[in-house]
């Protein structure tokens, strides 16, 4: 489901990546729909790097973005495996170990076409 971006994941995404001032997906030119594919895909040079931009995140903004993937605004059908595990990661650290299962199961049925 495509979202506007609002102000305070604005000030996620400028956390995440604050060399990134734009609100264009660097590969496609289309606007930004969710924060943490963007950062996976197109924004981070890696894997590592991924992990220490989410790393960037407190505990307040890991509770807005799960309940943002839960209820489907924040889809990340189209991140790699381990970007996913190093989420997962941060939601059980930041969040609860529930959370974090629940964002599993969610990432594993989108993948499966299920939802």
Same mark, same amino acid.
């Given at each position: 489901?495509?979202?506007?971006?609002?102000?305070?994941?604005?000030?996620?995404?400028?956390?995440?990546?604050?060399?990134?001032?734009?609100?264009?997906?660097?590969?496609?030119?289309?606007?930004?729909?969710? /924060?943490?594919?963007?950062?996976?895909?197109?924004?981070? +040079?890696?894997?590592?790097?991924?992990?220490? @931009? &989410?790393? #960037? *995140?407190?505990?307040?903004?890991?509770?807005?973005?799960?309940?943002?993937?839960?209820?489907?605004?924040e889809d990340l059908g189209c991140?790699?495996?381990?970007? /996913?595990?190093?989420?997962?990661?941060?939601?059980?650290? +930041?969040?609860?170990e529930e959370a974090a299962e @629940? &964002?599993? #199961? *969610?990432?594993?049925?989108?993948?499966?076409?299920?939802?």
């Amino acid at each position: 489901m495509a979202r506007e971006l609002d102000e305070k994941d604005f000030a996620i995404l400028r956390k995440l990546a604050p060399e990134y001032s734009g609100i264009l997906c660097p590969e496609s030119g289309h606007e930004f729909h969710s /924060i943490l594919p963007p950062v996976s895909n197109h924004i981070a +040079a890696d894997e590592d790097d991924f992990a220490e @931009r &989410v790393a #960037r *995140l407190s505990d307040e903004d890991w509770g807005y973005l799960t309940d943002q993937i839960l209820s489907g605004r924040e889809d990340l059908g189209c991140m790699p495996e381990e970007d /996913i595990e190093t989420i997962l990661v941060r939601i059980q650290e +930041a969040v609860s170990e529930e959370a974090a299962e @629940r &964002v599993r #199961r *969610l990432y594993h049925l989108s993948g499966c076409g299920m939802l």
